[in-house]
């Protein structure tokens, strides 16, 4: 089936550092969701992007939809501990339907 | 606390068996799905229901089926369980199709 490839597959950071994320793919997206999941809970939504070439920031996260809307992007400035997760994109092909195809994944480790 | 709600959290039977796990939602969220999480933490849908109505139905076993009593609950029945159903499932819900989901915190299943 259908998959988002995320790079990298798994980071270790010192804390401070900047983190960057993404995730590519062969076909084009019309919206790009970025998730958070911690151990034991499920995903969380930390940015939502609708048009190609969005840049948004939610704190100290912030996201971009690519221009040629086949991949999207994202950053944590300044990492702390409680960063450690996987962070999911997620992809709708079509606009309106109800489905997002996830993303491989990107699980951070911070090293304080 | 507003938040879509699974039971239960764990899940351990033998193989053969018949399970089912509960969502519920007080979002007021039209559309409800589910997700099965694998060992490689790869996210997949299995179904989705919007006001009571199956609208996406993946390539499942039929041993797996889902009911929507209605639009705030939905259900996962499980028939004669096998090693490979063991998961995580995640149950979530949205308000139409266009701004991404919330999820509950998973029901880890094993079979043995």
């Known amino acids: 089936g259908q998959q988002l490839n995320q790079s990298p597959q798994s980071m270790f950071i010192q804390e401070g550092e900047d983190v960057s994320m993404n995730c590519t793919s062969s076909?084009?997206?019309?919206?790009w969701l970025w998730y958070k999941q911690e151990p034991g809970e499920g995903p969380v939504l930390l940015i939502a992007?609708?048009?190609?070439?969005e840049l948004t920031s939610n704190g100290r996260l912030t996201a971009q939809f690519g221009i040629t809307r086949k991949d999207s992007f994202l950053n944590i400035s300044a990492s702390i501990p409680s960063d450690v997760g996987i962070y999911f994109c997620?992809?709708?092909?079509?606009?309106?339907?109800?489905?997002?195809?996830f993303g491989t994944g990107t699980r951070l480790k911070v090293l304080a | 606390d507003t938040a879509v709600s699974q039971t239960p959290k764990y899940l351990v039977t033998q193989m053969g068996n018949d399970k089912s796990i509960k969502c519920e939602q007080n979002?007021?969220?039209?559309?409800m799905y589910w997700y099965k999480q694998d060992s490689k933490k790869f996210l997949k849908i299995m179904f989705s229901?919007?006001?009571?109505?199956?609208?996406i139905n993946e390539t499942v076993p039929n041993r797996f089926s889902p009911k929507s009593p209605d639009k705030a609950h939905l259900n996962l029945h499980i028939n004669s369980l096998e090693l490979g159903d063991s998961a995580v499932y995640f149950c979530?819900?949205?308000?139409?199709?266009?701004?991404?989901?919330?999820f509950g915190s998973g029901t880890r299943l094993t079979v043995v």
């Open positions: 979530a819900s949205s308000q139409g199709g266009g701004r991404g989901y919330t």
């Open positions: 076909s084009i997206f019309n919206t």
């Open positions: 992007l609708y048009k190609a070439g």
């Open positions: 997620a992809g709708q092909l079509t606009s309106g339907t109800y489905k997002y195809i």
């Open positions: 979002l007021g969220h039209d559309t």
């Open positions: 229901y919007n006001n009571k109505e199956l609208i």
